[in-house]
């Protein structure tokens, strides 16, 4: 065989091997123009002056600024205590759900579910009806006798809209990692004679850490680009770094200076994942274990293991006590458990309960939030459905949420099959460039879409709103339906295959049907995120354009009555109707 047969036949089989993969092309092309470049040249503009000159001014004045630092100083600390906050309460809440029965376990996730779904402005306004001077808590504080408490605008009330924000996704991202412990190693270790508590700290804590760090990175670099909570449940010692970019674009259009600032989030955002993608490998945020990162992984130090020991037979002191006391270790773990689902239902209170407390008030006479409700009147949901306004950014927002979702399981379902089903080079790099937009700060992306849109004239434009939503929603949807294909059965496949079926026949009759629950799934979460989305609904729609959660956000920002409460409980209704049915489609899967 001649060189030039050798070579033809190498090229061809080299075709074959990557034609495969031209799925995953479009995704990725997308993610690259429309997110990858815009925040680029955004952040460029910092090293600019207004006429065009390079410079350093723009990072100088924020170091120089003592003003700047102390925002500096309050979005760390924030985002750090944030972190703190929520993967300690949520890692319990996640172990219960973890440790019970299936239809238990459904139950709990229901209820997790319930504020990770709801619109974050509609949270934010049931605890302003919780917090507030004359609100549920101080109100029946007063009935007691005690004097009401400065509960609202301060960083008790940020801290508290942030947990209950982001408490929810630290509890998924723990449970994805728990659900897959082998209990085997932990009975292992019982049967060896190591107490319950050595048990947990040495063997279960140790394998649920992945979870632990992968929460903690994505609440820490969510939060730190939050401003929803600090604007409205915060006061003025409370501002955060994004509420200063906000500010410079909108009220002083300091493009350049905006970019700095943005440059500096993005900076810490980055260091932040790339420390997380050396040591656990950005593949754990989609709950696969990469191979690589398997071989190099670092057997534990001694330190680790000893401060593990230490831990485990502190926590059996209190427990060998409890042991002699109720002189029975099956009773002493019913009571262990019992105070679990104590916690438990505390901590599911905390993040489904708040947003009802909305209904009441909804249908109250009172011109202000306030509490408790005073006589009954539909006045509020008539102003809703009597305003054009609201009808306007309502059937807007719902059909930029169908198109977002649309698009986005166009994008992500091929790219999903890419990923799991075929060998692709430099697959950490291209799932880590699709995971992007869902862990740095939002407000970036949005400035930088607006950026780009401003000069190509997208700005207030339906395709605008579209793209943009879906850069946020596509990562959810490759990582649900690559989660989803991980789980499918390739032997069906294959079998149809052997009986003579063509793959379009084999995935149009097979493995469709059996996607159906996850691709329903994964569209209805795009669709909901695209609806809640803020950052692209202040940035990139206009006067004449305005979306639901941008017209809630201008009303909450200088007025509050309970029209607004009427709105958000019609968003609970239909919430709650989302979550019904991807409940429903879960259980249909699971019977499958």
């Not at 239809?103 to 974050?120: A, E, H, K």
């Not at 609440?219 to 909570?229: E, N, Q």
């Not at 979306?547 to 009303?555: A, S, T, V």
Request: glycine share 4%; with cysteine; hydrophobic share 55%.
């Amino acid at each position: 065989m001649t060189t030039s047969t050798l070579t033809l036949s190498r090229n061809r089989r080299r075709k074959q091997a990557t034609l495969p993969q031209w799925p995953l092309v479009p995704a990725v092309a997308f993610i690259v123009v429309l997110f990858v470049i815009p925040v680029s040249q955004l952040l460029f503009l910092g090293f600019y002056d207004n006429r065009g000159y390079f410079t350093f001014a723009n990072y100088l004045r924020i170091f120089e600024d003592s003003s700047y630092l102390n925002v500096l100083i309050n979005t760390f600390s924030y985002a750090t205590w944030t972190t703190l906050f929520c993967v300690a309460l949520a890692y319990p809440i996640a172990y219960l759900i973890a440790t019970s029965s299936p239809v238990w376990r459904s139950s709990i996730l229901i209820w997790v579910l319930v504020p990770l779904w709801t619109s974050f402005l509609v949270r934010v306004l049931a605890w302003m009806v919780i917090l507030g001077r004359k609100g549920v808590i101080n109100y029946y504080l007063t009935k007691l006798g005690f004097p009401s408490l400065d509960l609202l605008y301060n960083f008790l009330g940020v801290m508290v809209g942030s947990i209950h924000a982001l408490m929810p996704i630290a509890v998924l991202m723990m449970l994805s990692v728990m659900l897959n412990i082998d209990n085997n190693l932990v009975r292992a270790a019982s049967t060896l004679g190591a107490p319950s508590s050595v048990v947990f700290w040495r063997v279960y804590f140790p394998l649920s850490l992945p979870g632990v760090i992968s929460s903690a990175l994505m609440v820490y670099v969510t939060s730190l680009g939050f401003f929803i909570a600090p604007q409205l449940l915060g006061g003025p010692s409370d501002i955060m770094l994004a509420q200063v970019i906000i500010v410079q674009l909108e009220q002083t259009l300091n493009w350049n200076f905006a970019a700095a600032l943005s440059m500096i989030l993005l900076i810490v955002t980055m260091l932040i994942i790339f420390l997380f993608n050396k040591v656990f490998g950005l593949s754990v945020l989609t709950g696969e274990a990469s191979k690589a990162n398997l071989k190099t992984q670092r057997k534990p130090s001694l330190l680790s293991i000893r401060i593990l020991n230490s831990i485990g037979w502190t926590f059996n002191v209190p427990s060998q006590y409890a042991r002699s006391i109720f002189k029975h270790k099956r009773r002493k773990d019913r009571n262990r458990r019992a105070l679990l689902k104590i916690f438990g239902v505390l901590a599911v209170l905390f993040l489904a309960a708040p947003t009802f407390f909305l209904i009441p008030v909804s249908f109250s006479e009172n011109r202000f939030l306030a509490w408790p409700p005073t006589s009954f009147t539909w006045q509020w949901y008539e102003a809703y459905f009597d305003s054009p306004i609201w009808r306007d950014a309502t059937i807007r927002s719902l059909w930029v949420g169908f198109a977002t979702a649309c698009l986005s399981m166009i994008l992500g379902v091929p790219a999903a099959f890419v990923l799991v089903r075929q060998h692709v080079p430099w697959k950490a790099v291209i799932v880590g460039t699709m995971l992007l937009p869902m862990v740095l700060p939002h407000i970036i992306i949005a400035v930088g879409l607006f950026y780009l849109y401003s000069n190509i004239g997208l700005v207030g434009t339906s395709i605008g709103l579209i793209i943009g939503n879906a850069i946020f929603s596509l990562p959810y949807v490759v990582i649900t339906m690559m989660t989803v294909l991980k789980n499918y059965d390739m032997r069906l496949d294959l079998a149809s295959w052997t009986l003579g079926a063509t793959k379009i026949v084999t995935f149009r009759r097979i493995t469709l049907p059996l996607l159906k629950a996850g691709c329903v799934t994964a569209f209805l979460f795009s669709f909901v995120k695209a609806v809640d989305e803020l950052s692209i609904a202040l940035f990139v729609a206009d006067a004449k354009s305005t979306l639901l959660p941008k017209q809630l956000w201008q009303e909450i920002s200088y007025k509050i009555d309970p029209s607004l409460a009427a709105i958000s409980t019609l968003i609970l209704i239909f919430v709650a109707g989302t979550i019904m049915i991807v409940q429903a489609l879960s259980a249909i899967r699971a019977r499958v």
